[in-house]
């Protein structure tokens, strides 16, 4: 099996063995009968496993051209699951355009437990190399980043990671694998949000780590068990459900995004446009107040004001007070986030629909 699409179609949805169903059943239990104590079919309590993990998980790594996955209750969960392979001491270098969540993991959780962080330039592979000290066992990257839409050389720091015998994960929510498989590149695992793109419909939590590793994958089980933070059999069926049509959906995200690209360049309200190539996220600054930018932003008809990104619906923020809310204003004055900065989530919709509304809702202020 060769093409994406097939992959996000079949892997992990043989038809039902009992009654022939094409779509796999919800595995909706929380325990396993046992025919004698520790003898069981491979399931004993869905905290720890479930068949419908085990189906997303498959069809994920397949996309990702990995070896191994384990799915999680969220993005945060996959991150908390990573971090846990590290202990108190541990040195972490960053990149310096993360999700604020991710910050808030980094400076609110992971510092108490004892681990450090550096954060530098993401554009820069040297500048990872540089902060690498004695004590540093990872390198995260986010690529294109949240949100400025920077990109990583995932193959350049992984190789310097490599020869340091430092573990590398790459955030592959914005890229998806439809774009880009980091563990072809050298990293050592791949993680998502899979309630971004993979779900790709705003009606589920999750996330994911996808490695080649078997002995990271044990313990990245381990990790889901230990802390409880696996997801519901419900949450992995609709994210299977979501992720059958990744490819289908990317393709029309990108094309609509690179209209927006171009609309926004044209007008004469637009200051700066952050867009990495591909894709469907679109950061943009505009010759407003940032008052007047909160105003418009409420404004649009089809681009929702909301949280979260990914959805076939399109979406718009200020990372500011938003998505970014929890990095202090002078770290992100310091990054280049400003209070300015607008993100737009381009959906599926009609293109001329998304055209029409960022033309007529700008013409109120300008």
């Not at 059943?25 to 069981?40: D, F, L, N, R, V």
């Not at 230990?226 to 959906?249: A, E, H, V, Y």
């Not at 909301?306 to 500011?320: F, K, Q």
């Amino acid at each position: 099996m060769k093409g994406f699409n097939t992959k996000a179609v079949h892997v992990g949805q043989k038809p039902e063995g009992l009654t022939g169903a094409v779509i796999s059943p919800i595995y909706q239990t929380s325990t396993y009968a046992q025919e004698a104590p520790g003898k069981h079919k491979g399931f004993d309590y869905t905290r720890a496993d479930n068949p419908n993990y085990r189906n997303l998980e498959a069809a994920i790594a397949a996309l990702e051209e990995g070896a191994y996955a384990t799915v999680f209750s969220s993005g945060i969960g996959a991150e908390l699951a990573v971090l846990n392979l590290l202990k108190a001491g541990d040195h972490v270098v960053a990149g310096d355009d993360l999700y604020g969540g991710t910050y808030r993991l980094f400076t609110q959780w992971g510092m108490r437990f004892g681990l450090s962080f550096d954060f530098v330039d993401g554009t820069n592979p040297k500048a990872f190399e540089k902060a690498i000290q004695k004590k540093t066992k990872l390198i995260w990257i986010e690529t294109p980043t949240n949100p400025l839409l920077k990109t990583t050389d995932i193959k350049a720091v992984a190789t310097i990671a490599k020869k340091k015998k430092i573990l590398t994960v790459a955030d592959n929510t914005f890229a998806t694998p439809y774009f880009q498989k980091p563990l072809n590149l050298g990293a050592a695992m791949s993680l998502h949000s899979t309630t971004k793109y993979i779900g790709g419909h705003s009606d589920v939590i999750g996330g994911v780590v996808v490695t080649n590793d078997k002995k990271l994958k044990e313990k990245l089980n381990l990790a889901r068990m230990s802390l409880g933070i696996n997801p519901s059999p419900f949450d992995c069926w609709l994210t299977q459900r979501g992720l059958k049509t990744l490819g289908l959906r990317m393709e029309r995200h990108q094309e609509n995004a690179k209209a927006v690209v171009q609309f926004f360049k044209k007008h004469p309200l637009t200051k700066k446009v952050y867009y990495p190539g591909f894709g469907g996220m679109v950061s943009a600054e505009f010759k407003l107040t940032v008052d007047q930018t909160k105003k418009l932003i409420s404004s649009f008809e089809y681009f929702t004001l909301g949280e979260s990104l990914g959805g076939v619906e399109s979406l718009v923020c200020h990372p500011a007070t938003m998505t970014h809310a929890s990095i202090p204003p002078k770290e992100r004055v310091k990054r280049g986030l400003s209070d300015s900065l607008v993100r737009f989530s381009v959906g599926i919709e009609d293109v001329e629909d998304l055209l029409d509304d960022l033309k007529n809702t700008l013409s109120r202020f300008g």
